[in-house]
């Protein structure tokens, strides 16, 4: 834990930088949006404005604590040879891995509830109101479990480097389909019917766009089961 959170204060640049790059990319998405919901008539697949805004800030602050990029750490010390060092160690490599993570992570998702959590209150504060004991906990806990998730799928992937030259191209291969099929760009229930159904299929899912739709009060009663 230590060291994840030495990690994270020593790349301050880069802290910054990717919060920069957050911030414009909700800008971007804003503007597009807007133009959307403003061309359907105020409205678009039972979101308003207001709705797909506070969806996007939600993305926003999750994002901080669930996108994972453990896999070109691994990668990389696959390619060096410091996974040696590793198995040296009485550790559990992955274990560690999830760990620093997880602490870099929760680095960032106290800027970005601060951030964007405050945008919401002052935006839509009929969210907070909303809150129950029983929510709060399920979306402690669904967020959780996205990290892991994320986390799983990358670390999967880069522990291809065994096989091939190097892992990042089937890393950016992959964050390029997670953009599209997670819900962090597009509400997945604004899919046509037949894609929504292989993309619910899938473990993307349940990295943004479900712990987004409970946080937001939005997920159905009788798909809680379904999702945990």
Do not use: C
Not at 57 to 75: E, H, K
Not at 179 to 205: H, K, Q, V, Y
């Amino acid at each position: 834990m230590k060291i994840g959170w030495l990690d994270a204060i020593e790349y301050r640049t880069e802290f910054i930088i990717s919060y920069m790059g957050w911030i414009v990319s909700f800008v971007i998405s804003l503007f597009i949006w807007m133009a959307v919901t403003k061309s359907g008539g105020g409205t678009v697949g039972g979101y308003d404005l207001k709705s797909i805004v506070t969806y996007f800030l939600i993305i926003q602050i999750i994002r901080t604590l669930v996108f994972s990029r453990a896999g070109w750490q691994i990668n990389s010390d696959i390619q060096t040879g410091d996974l040696s060092n590793w198995l040296l160690k009485p550790i559990n490599y992955m274990s560690a891995q999830l760990i620093m993570e997880f602490v870099n992570n929760a680095f960032r998702a106290v800027f970005g509830l601060l951030m964007f959590g405050a945008i919401i209150f002052f935006y839509n504060p009929e969210l907070f109101s909303s809150f129950t004991p029983s929510r709060i906990v399920l979306s402690v806990i669904i967020v959780l479990l996205a990290h892991v998730i994320s986390f799983l799928i990358v670390s999967l992937i880069a522990l291809s480097a065994f096989w091939v030259v190097n892992a990042n191209r089937f890393l950016f291969i992959y964050f390029s389909i997670l953009t599209i099929f997670s819900g962090m760009i597009i509400p997945l229930d604004l899919f046509p019917e037949r894609i929504a159904n292989i993309i619910f299929a899938l473990p993307l899912p349940y990295i943004f766009y479900f712990p987004t739709k409970l946080i937001q009060g939005t997920l159905p009663a009788d798909m809680y089961i379904e999702v945990f």
